[in-house]
């Protein structure tokens, strides 16, 4: 263009520019009257820098989304987070790349770094067991925690024997442990094992005696005699002694 009437200096210095974003502006200066305007120039106006700082790095799953908290310097700067390169939060356990960049006209700036969501933990309910008797059953149950898995059941310790799962029954009379366990998951720790301990005693049967009153024949005469419950194995004395007597007489049967 063509100089400037009045003009004291062939160079002009701007002390403060408004702009509301950075970029590239092309500047000229003319008169008052706007009738002579100077050559154009090139200003460039850059980005300040801003930080980003990433909290709650370390979380668990609680079947929600999970996002890390970003603070911004200035404070509420818009940010645009992605987590292994996708912007929806993970709700599953594991390792996530997190990266959070600045979206502002002004203000430039981002940071990185890796966001780790915990598997949770789950318990077992299972319910004190009584004490038993040797003939009984016991039907095992328990409510295990999120994971879904089921509630297994083992016999630690005693004459205990468990069958489709959780049918529990007794080889004898003792002390006997039952333990349930529960698997976890990509998203859940397995349940701390959970022991129940019960004792189980021995039955009361029924004996009757039979054919009490007989008939001496020169060989060993034996009584006999039916249980409740049926076809529990006898032994017999006779006055203390176990072979059964030949002469006749009193005997005291047991």
Do not use: W
């Amino acid at each position: 263009g063509l100089p400037i009437a009045g003009a004291q200096s062939s160079s002009l210095v701007i002390p403060s520019v408004l702009v509301n974003q950075a970029g590239a502006y092309q500047v000229s200066a003319s008169n008052a009257f706007g009738y002579t305007t100077s050559q154009s120039a090139q200003l460039i106006v850059t980005q300040r820098q801003g930080t980003v700082t990433l909290q709650n790095l370390i979380q668990t799953h609680n079947g929600l989304p999970r996002a890390v908290t970003v603070i911004t310097n200035p404070p509420g700067l818009n940010v645009t987070v992605t987590y292994n390169g996708q912007s929806t939060p993970p709700a599953n356990a594991g390792s996530y790349a997190v990266a959070a960049v600045i979206a502002d006209a002004i203000y430039q700036g981002s940071a990185s770094d890796t966001f780790v969501v915990n598997p949770a933990a789950q318990s077992i309910d299972f319910p004190v067991i009584a004490d038993q008797l040797a003939p009984d059953t016991v039907v095992l149950t328990a409510t295990g925690g999120g994971s879904g898995n089921p509630v297994t059941f083992s016999v630690t310790q005693g004459p205990g024997v468990i069958s489709e799962g959780n049918q529990l029954r007794f080889t004898s009379s003792g002390v006997v442990s039952i333990t349930a366990n529960q698997a976890g998951n990509s998203n859940f720790m397995a349940a701390a094992p959970v022991t129940r301990t019960f004792n189980v005693s021995k039955a009361t049967a029924v004996i009757s005696l039979q054919n009490l009153a007989q008939t001496y024949d020169g060989t060993p005469r034996s009584v006999t005699a039916s249980t409740t419950p049926p076809g529990l194995e006898i032994g017999f004395s006779y006055d203390g002694v176990n072979e059964a007597p030949v002469s006749a007489g009193i005997y005291n049967v047991v």
